[in-house]
C-alpha cells in the first residue's frame, strides 16, 4: 500500500495531471495481481477525482467479487448436500 499511496500522491505532481497518476495506480494493480485492490487505493485520492478514470478498475473489482459470490454459492450448496446426507446417513444408524 505505500507504494499505492507514493504513485498515487506522487504521480500528478511529477507528471502534470491526476489522469496520468490515475492510470499508474490502475497499472499498479493490474501488476500486483489482486493482492491490492481498488478499494485499497481510492483513499489516496483526493475527493475531487472523478469515478470515470477508475472505471475499469471497478469494473474487474466488481466482476472478481461476482466470481468470489458465485464460488461461494456452489460450496455452499455443496455443504448443504453433504449435511443432507450425513442426516439421513444418521437416521439410517439411529
Known amino acids: ?3 499505492a499511496r507514493h504513485v498515487v500522491q506522487q504521480g500528478a505532481p511529477q ?7 490515475i492510470k499508474q495506480a490502475v497499472e499498479l494493480l493490474k501488476e500486483a495481481g489482486g493482492l491490492i485492490k481498488i478499494e485499497d487505493i481510492l483513499p489516496f485520492f483526493p475527493d475531487f477525482v472523478t469515478i470515470d478514470n477508475f472505471k475499469e478498475a471497478i469494473c474487474d ?7 468470489q459470490i458465485e464460488e461461494l454459492k456452489t460450496e ?3 455443504a448443504t448436500e453433504i ?4 442426516r439421513a446417513d444418521l437416521k439410517v444408524l439411529g
Not at 83 to 86: G, K, L
Open 1 to 3: 500500500l505505500a507504494v
Open 83 to 86: 449435511a443432507e446426507a450425513v
Open 76 to 78: 455452499m450448496e455443496e
Open 61 to 67: 473489482s466488481l466482476e472478481r467479487y461476482n466470481n
Open 15 to 21: 507528471s502534470g495531471d491526476q489522469v496520468t497518476a
